[in-house]
Nanobody
Framework: QVQLVESGGGSVQAGGSLRLSCAAS????????FAWFRQAPDREREGVATISPDGRYTYYADSVKGRFTISRNNAQNTLYLQMNTLKPEDTAMYYC??????????????????WGQGTQVTVSS
């Protein structure tokens, strides 16, 4: 059974930092691209960051570039999102998602076959 379990969300003040984790099980982890998506109330889901199977390549949404860093530990089947200089507009539910090979660094949600349940991030001004 494939599971993606996010953790690390919470409430912080603007300018603060959080580190999200996504623990994967039940899949061949190194054969997947992974991504973080987010969805705020009354807004469409948007891609935040994505990473290649070997971790060498990453791609970010313009809104988070320079503030967020995606990484992965293939030995521990874990995906991370380091979020710095958080802004109120970063408030959303954050989801990790897996895209099987052959995969690309894109934010088309339809190519991601596995999704976690999400972790809430709230940034206050």
């Amino acid at each position: 059974q494939v599971q993606l379990v996010e953790s690390g969300g919470g409430s912080v003040q603007a300018g603060g930092s959080l580190r999200l984790s996504c623990a994967a099980s039940g899949l061949s982890y190194s054969n997947y691209c992974f991504a973080w998506f987010r969805q705020a109330p009354d807004r469409e889901r948007e891609g935040v960051a994505t990473i290649s199977p070997d971790g060498r390549y990453t791609y970010y949404a313009d809104s988070v570039k320079g503030r967020f860093t995606i990484s992965r530990n293939n030995a521990q089947n874990t995906l991370y999102l380091q979020m710095n200089t958080l802004k109120p507009e970063d408030t959303a539910m954050y989801y990790c998602a897996a895209q099987p090979r052959p995969c690309g660094l894109i934010f088309n949600g339809s190519v991601f076959t596995r999704w976690g349940q999400g972790t809430q991030v709230t940034v206050s001004s």
